[in-house]
């Protein structure tokens, strides 16, 4: 059973920092495709950022700039670093990993931040 863990989430002033790790166990590929999700309150869940298995990413334009996403394949673990947080982007995040066509998601973490 493929399982993943968000980690990191909590309560930061605006302008402050956290860094967001998602690992993942259970039978599947190492190498594929994995990201960060968000959904504030009374929105869609949207794209944060998207990590390839060779390292290739992509952002959200409001998040580019302020977050990294990077990964470690022997710990099967994504990471997602923000700097320079703003209210906006207080939202429930989750993490992604794409394997053989399926999509599996984690429970999410809360980012609260105060302005």
């Known amino acids: 059973q493929v399982q993943l863990v968000e980690s990191g989430g909590g309560l930061v002033q605006a302008g402050g920092s956290l860094r967001l790790s998602c690992a993942t166990s259970g039978s599947i590929f190492r190498l594929t495709t994995k990201g960060w999700y968000r959904q504030a309150p009374g929105k869609q869940r949207e794209l944060v950022a998207i990590i390839t298995s060779n390292g290739v990413t992509n952002y959200a334009d409001s998040v580019k700039g302020r977050f990294t996403i990077s990964r470690d394949n022997g710990k099967n673990t994504v990471y997602l670093q923000m700097n320079s947080l703003k209210s906006e982007d207080t939202a429930v995040y989750y993490c992604?990993?794409?394997?053989?066509?399926?999509?599996?998601w984690g429970k999410g973490t809360l980012v609260t931040v105060s302005s």
């Open positions: 992604m990993t794409k394997s053989a066509g399926v999509d599996y």
